[in-house]
């Protein structure tokens, strides 16, 4: 496959990052992944937009345009003729110019632009989330902590793993985050989503603004179905009827477990619709 590093075109296999490179050392890195159906990026303006916000966040600044980014993209997916794939890039806080204490970047780095495709067969053993999770659901656990900037998507995944490692023994797949006002957020690498008599609910702040999120609440929008973004709160949870989480990988992925509370995800009929809709807009 080929990738891009900055201007240049490579063979993915050629392609490194310098131990040199602050986006290592430091972990200041910003990466954005879009998915592809047969051969065309799905909103890959709303990606672009996105990873654009993260790098201001992360005060990141880059020598490409918005469009600079895309034309790129489209190029990769022109050159490796991949079917269904990923699409990821990554820009690291890159090399500093002149020695320096602090920390900031403040024009003293040249982030360095990353941009891959690799092929993506979901529902398949080859992926981790494969076909069983979307007949049987997947099981969460609730934790009490947030990710660090968590309206950026960045590579700081530790409170994740770390949290993930010790839960793992007792079955649980993923986590919920919980903020410090007991408030639901986000899961490790997707976005939550409740259904309460017929009503979707998702969180309304302290998470990233997923892409899917945004597509599946213009669904309900496009076909009346009711929905809020709002607070909502840890026990809040076990009283409602359906839970599924969304992501770019995943898609829509229905839950059977949080903590102690099980639901029989065969029984769930608003997210079965979302679902439908989400694969017929795909399509489009």
């Known amino acids: 496959m080929y990738c891009y590093h900055n201007e240049n075109l490579l063979k ?22 879009l998915r592809v159906y047969s051969g065309k990026p799905y909103m890959l303006d709303d990606h672009i937009n996105r990873l654009f916000r993260s790098l201001e966040i992360c ?7 918005k469009d600079d980014i895309k034309s790129k993209i489209l190029s ?13 890039i990554y820009v690291t806080q890159g090399f500093m110019k002149s020695p320096a204490w602090s920390l900031a970047v403040n024009g003293n780095f040249e982030p360095q632009v990353y941009i891959i495709e690799k092929e993506f067969t979901p529902y398949s053993d080859k992926f981790p989330a494969h076909e069983k999770y979307y007949l049987e659901g997947m099981s969460l656990a609730c934790v009490e902590a947030e990710r660090s900037l968590p309206e950026a998507k960045t590579i700081n995944y530790a409170v994740a793993v770390v949290e993930s490692s010790k839960l793992i023994n007792q079955g649980y797949e993923d986590i919920i985050y919980i903020s410090r006002n007991d ?3 986000e899961c490790s690498r997707s976005n939550i989503f409740f259904v309460k008599d017929g009503v ?49 990988t995943i898609e829509l992925m229905p839950v059977c477990c949080v903590d102690d509370k099980k639901w029989d995800v065969k029984t769930f009929k608003v997210y079965k619709k979302l679902f439908d809709l989400f694969k017929e807009e795909i399509l489009v």
Do not use: H, W
């Open 200 to 248: 979707v609910m998702t969180p309304k702040s302290g998470m990233l603004e997923g892409v899917t999120r945004k597509s599946v609440l213009s669904i309900c929008i496009k076909n009346k179905i009711p929905y809020k973004v709002q607070d909502i709160k840890r026990d809040d949870i076990y009283l409602m009827d359906e839970v599924f989480m969304t992501g770019s």
């Open 183 to 185: 408030y639901v957020t």
């Open 12 to 33: 993915d296999k050629d392609i490194s990052i310098s131990f040199d490179d602050f986006g290592f050392q430091r972990g200041n890195t910003v990466f954005e992944l």
């Open 59 to 65: 005060f990141l600044q880059i020598a490409y345009t």
């Open 76 to 88: 990769l997916i022109s050159k490796n003729s991949l079917k269904d794939s990923v699409v990821k």
